[in-house]
């Protein structure tokens, strides 16, 4: 009986205190194409991750899964720095380089 109050106390001590929640905000195949469009544009990406963030500070993870670059003649033109500088502005937590 001590042992098993024993190794109860043991694995209630390795709870955590409290449960935090977690947003993921996701991105995906980007090809480029950072100006205004019907459905997309990093404009809007921007708005709704500043709105997240400081909805619920340390809370939010931004991720791409890939396809950043390639698909715009201004990507091609510029070896995709003009994406890279805006996700580097967005702050992402982790990107996915290719599929």
Known sequence: ???RCLLLLVLLA?????????FILHT???HGY???AEQGGEA??????RAMR????GQVMLLDAG???QGTPLSGLFFG??????LDLLDYDAICIGN
């Not at 390795?14 to 977690?22: D, F, G, N």
């Not at 809007?44 to 991750?49: E, G, P």
């Open 67 to 69: 396809d950043l670059a």
């Open 44 to 49: 809007r990406i921007a708005t709704v991750v």
């Open 34 to 36: 950072l100006e205004p």
């Open 54 to 57: 400081a909805a619920f500070p």
């Open 14 to 22: 390795t709870l955590p205190a409290a449960a935090e929640r977690v």
């Open 28 to 30: 995906n195949d980007i």
């Open 81 to 86: 720095e003009p994406v890279a500088k805006t």
């Open 1 to 3: 009986m001590n042992l």
